[in-house]
């Protein structure tokens, strides 16, 4: 490559690299390799699938720290005190207008509300939980958020001496020993206390016989099934179907929380959860319905479209980068498209001009030959049209434009022959 092309191969360079550095000004920062995960007490379901989210985001190189908490209205605060990037929230626990910093990753399963009761205490609802003693719930769990709810739509005094603010873990117990009557839970089926209830003798399960009607004055909460024998079909556990009434498990997360992560969460959320279970059939969740916060875009556009090509083919970290790195397509097509039409023709002109140089020389010989008033004056034009000549002999260009070159030398041969032919 000539001197000309590299200049101009130079200068193209510089003006990419310059598109490059400024539109690089506009690429997102990469994701954080640590996030915490606001869960739930170790006993329930939220910390056994935090486990889970441990697992596969520590596959594509990711660290999630595991928060251990009371529950989902903790999980709110921490989220909004940024002292979590996501957590489990429970349906109905959330409020989006007082949260703006706060948005969904979408809804993961049915989180069924159990209330256990000693089997000779003869509560069979929850109006009949007026006079008794009954664990609601802690302060800050999403179990206080949805029984208080209902104990009050049922008259029951929920700031009475009765109800009593116990973990789920204390209420198991006080509920085992006898020392209260009645106990609520939200906890997923497989969670081992629920299971562990459910074997405890002298125990039994109450059938909301009016779900529906709660469905209908509380919309975060949904009415299913528990089927007779879907536990253990071996002990018929439970020995009847059992009406149950259920908000949805949520992925909660701050708005800032880098976009290629909240899509690895989504994704992992539809590995955990995406299979169905005992209340949601395959493919039913994760899902857009049943949340508190507004969805997140990148929540959004994953649970439409499902994972894009880049995450489909290529590992986390690869599919981040080149998606932060899209941007940069914008200054090579800006400037790759006039650079491919302007080089062309700018390296013609580069070329030419030379040429064109000795053309004014050859011109200014030709005339000062016309008035040269004698032999030594036309001997040193002809010195000036051999050191022409010689240059001319020594330009390199590529062979595109050789033609120019000996029609070049052809006009010097032509004007020395004058000047030799007039002497």
Known sequence: MNTDALRIAALSILVLAAGFALAYQFVEPAPPTRITLAAGSKSGAYYAFAKRYHQILAREGIELAILETAGSVENIRLLNQAQADVAFVQGGTGDAAATPDLVSLGSLYFEPLWLFVQDDSGIDSVRALAGRTVAAGAD???TWAVAGQLLADN???VEGPGVRRLSSDDAARALIAGDVDAAFFVSSPSSPLIRGLLDAPGLGLVSFARADAYTRRHRHLSAVTLHRGVLDLGRDVPDHDTALLAPAATLAARSGLHPALQTLLVQAAGEIHGAGGLFEEPGQFPSARF?????????????EDGPSLLQKYLPFWAAAMLDRLKVMLVPLIALMMPLMK????TYRWRIRSRIYTWYGDLTRIEREAETAPDGVARGALLERLAALERDVRRLHVPLSYTDEVYNLRLHIDLVTRRLTSSD
């Open 291 to 303: 949340v508190d916060f507004p969805l997140s875009d990148d929540a959004r556009r994953f649970l």
């Open 140 to 142: 800050g769990s999403g």
């Open 155 to 157: 008259g029951v005094d």
């Open 342 to 345: 302007i080089l062309p023709p």
